[in-house]
Structure formats: C-alpha cells, structure tokens
C-alpha cells in the first residue's frame, strides 16, 4: 500500500490550505483514512480521522476550522484547512488503517508565518 500526499505550502495566519493524499495498492474497504501531524519537538498527533461509513472524527484544534473527506471509491483523504495558525505548523502525515494495518504517506510541511 503506498500513500502520496500533497497540498503543503507556506500559509500566512489566518489562510487556508487543503491537502490530499491518494491511497493505492491492495486495500481493505473497511478502513480509516486520517490526517496526523507532527511539530518540531513534538510527539506525532492525530488531527482527524474519517471512516469508511463516512463518520468523522475531529481533535479539539481542528474543530470548526479544518474539514476532512473521503472518497471511498479512489482511496482519496483530503483536509480542507481554514484559519490557520501559527501553531498549525507541522508536517502532515496522512494514514489508511484497518485491522493492526497501519500505512504512512511521505508528509508534507505546512508553514504558517507572516
């Protein structure tokens, strides 16, 4: 299973960013495609998940400001990021799960600085 994601970029505060990221590979389709994120120093951290009977999931931060989909039929993730803040900063990981299977994109690094 391979994972590739894109959409990072440098944000000024209170921009918006979406990321995707496109699963390929033998897949289950039960399964639950997330978006974590880890800072510099930091312990890496879920930002919301998204599960294959279309239930979501939102950490406290993401809540009202960063929207996941799905699209169960092209094994899609996307997160729509709305405004941004400086403590947003992070590289953005997504992630297909099921079972103990867990799969890792590449990252990609949001920036939010004036």
């Known amino acids: 299973v391979q994972l590739q994601a894109s959409g990072g970029g440098l944000v000024q505060p209170g921009g918006s960013l979406r990321l995707s990221c496109a699963a390929s590979g033998s897949i289950h389709e039960f399964n639950n495609m997330a978006w974590y994120r880890q800072a510099p120093g930091k312990q890496r951290e879920v930002v919301a998940v998204a599960s294959d009977d279309g239930s979501t999931h939102y950490e406290d931060f993401a809540k009202g400001r960063f929207t996941i989909s799905r699209n169960n039929a092209l094994y899609t993730v996307t997160l729509q990021m709305n405004s941004l803040k400086t403590e947003d900063t992070a590289v953005y990981y997504c992630?297909?799960?099921?079972?103990?299977?867990?799969?890792w994109g590449q990252g990609t690094q949001v920036t939010v600085s004036s």
């Open positions: 992630n297909i799960a099921w079972g103990r299977a867990s799969y």
